[in-house]
């Protein structure tokens, strides 16, 4: 195994689709330089999801443009990519590569692969805090979380935790970092500052994704074996008097993660092949959508919902309001895209 | 029948099964068109209980209750399923495995589906599991490429076979 902190220079992007999709994407970015009488932006406007291909060994970079066919390039990472976490600021993903046991860094202005770094022995969830410049890796395989600095993903800590911890997700303020231990079947919230376990609580069976309530007050968590989710409140977490769980939504099977937009919460049921849509004031099911097949990865621009068919090998946009089916964009294979894969702009 | 060459080969090296998998699900996909009317087609799919019709390599079935079969191989060892949606509107069955027995997968699930093609029809065979080793670093016979290579043997020949079924032939 490489040891961790050897850095591997990879090929620029490979580009997998038809000319006439690269010419497109090529001329978008020209027209966004152009532009800008200043000269020198390097970063493509407007809003993008990265999904990792887990069978491509890629990800696929999708221009969203709800209204017209969106623009697809597929870019090399490691092998069997997973988690995905993109950071507006730098306009750079993070992808963990499960088999690869590495994290690669990609450029979303120029489309490329920056670097790939050994990680652990089986990264898959992935968040970035832009506040502490930090990207955190739950680690499978050796039952820990890695605690990296987000320019170069250098070692800041490796933090253990129990058995096969998946999803990750990082308070807005970079205070707390929430870990889904699947096997042992807890939430658990860590201090980023001093990178102590606070609080473990029990949710569902198998927890597997979650996602903080875009007001911050309440953590979603997929619990995959009991079909249902977790809502937990945040301050009643950390509370020993609290009743950390609000409710136990039952939603389709399987349940991968969850995302948010328009007052609503949408879970990916994976082996339900359909999105339960939740009202997040009421707690109430609004909706079941039948999609795609194995719906896994979703997240959101804000006003469509963006959900990754593993089977199909496509992404589905869902308009939050009216919940109907807006576009379909081709991926690699596999495709999962766990985690915040979409740039909103 | 290299599906069952396969499975006895797995047999031998597969100690038991376990709830946990990795991370890296694995797929296989078939396809057979067979000129048949669909409703024939998915008749033969949606009988829980008559796999050996049609499946060269499921000597019997046994049900316990209406829900859950046991395979007998015929070249060894059992697998146990359970249906989980058998839907006439989209003429799909939905099912998992409870037990894989000799198969070296991990938390397998699959879709069979009828759609009318032509004057005959399009059977779709989609499958989604893990391999059968849970850990980093598996032995070839439990590896990704073992584990999609016996499922797509157990497609192919399946399909190859419903469609003679099918068609009378």
Not at chain 1, 55 to 74: F, M, N, Q, W, Y
Request: one cysteine or more; hydrophobic letters at 45%.
């Amino acid at each position: 195994m490489r040891p961790v902190g050897s850095v591997q220079q990879l090929p620029s992007a490979r580009w997998l689709l038809r000319p006439a999709a690269v010419v497109a994407f090529t001329l978008c970015i020209c027209a966004v330089n152009a532009s800008n009488a200043v000269g020198a932006p390097t970063a493509v406007a407007g809003p993008l999801a990265v999904v990792s291909n887990q069978g491509g060994d890629s990800v696929s970079i999708v221009r969203l443009a709800p209204e017209k066919t969106p623009e697809v390039r597929e870019v090399a990472v490691g092998r069997a990519p997973a988690g995905v976490a993109v950071d507006a600021r730098s306009r750079r993903a993070f992808v963990s590569n499960a088999e690869g046991r590495s994290v690669s860094v990609v450029n979303l202005a120029t489309g490329s692969t920056v670097f790939e770094r050994a990680v652990g022995a089986g990264p898959v969830g992935i968040a970035h805090d832009p506040v502490r410049q930090r990207v955190y890796v739950a680690d499978w395989y050796r039952n820990s979380l890695w605690v990296l600095q987000d320019s170069a993903l250098a070692v800041v800590a490796e933090v253990p935790l129990g058995k096969a911890p998946a999803g990750v997700e990082v308070s807005a303020d970079g205070t707390r970092i929430y870990v889904a231990e699947r096997c042992v079947v807890v939430v658990s919230v860590i201090d980023s500052a001093s990178l102590q376990m606070l609080h473990r609580n029990a949710v569902g069976s198998h927890p597997f994704g979650l996602r903080l309530a875009p007001d911050g007050g309440s953590l979603w968590v997929t619990n995959v074996l009991s079909h249902d989710v977790s809502v937990i409140d945040v301050t009643g977490l950390e509370s020993a008097a609290g009743r950390a769980v609000l409710a136990t939504l039952p939603v389709g099977h399987r349940p991968y993660c969850v995302a948010f937009a328009a007052g609503r919460a949408f879970v990916s049921n994976q082996y339900g092949d359909s999105v339960s849509v939740i009202d997040v004031a009421t707690l109430k099911t609004v909706a079941t959508l039948p999609l795609v097949a194995y719906p896994e990865g979703i997240d959101s621009d804000g006003k469509t919902v963006w959900v990754v068919s593993w089977m199909d090998e496509q992404m589905v946009g869902i308009d939050a309001a009216t919940l109907a089916r807006t576009v379909t964009v081709p991926l690699g294979r596999n495709p999962r895209g766990f985690g915040r894969f979409v740039l909103a702009e | 029948m290299s599906f069952i060459r396969l499975i006895a080969v797995a047999a031998l090296a597969l100690p038991g099964l376990a709830v946990a998998h990795g991370p890296t699900r694995q797929k296989a996909v078939e396809a057979v068109e067979i000129a048949a009317p669909p409703a024939a087609v998915w008749a033969l799919i949606k009988d829980w209980g008559g796999m050996a019709k049609w499946h060269p390599a499921v000597g019997e079935v046994a049900l316990n209750g209406t829900t859950e079969r046991i395979l007998k191989l015929k070249g060894g060892g059992n697998v146990v399923e359970e249906l989980e949606v058998v839907d006439d509107g989209s003429m799909t069955l939905r099912y998992r495995m409870k037990d894989s027995g000799p198969v070296p997968v991990n938390n397998y699930s699959a879709a069979i589906s009828v759609v009318a093609q032509g004057s005959g029809s399009l059977v779709q065979w989609k499958g989604a599991f893990y391999r059968a080793y849970l850990n980093n670093d598996p032995p070839p016979e439990q590896s990704d490429e073992a584990a999609v290579k016996a499922i797509t043997g157990i497609y192919k020949s399946g399909l190859e076979n419903l469609k003679k079924v099918a068609e009378g032939k």
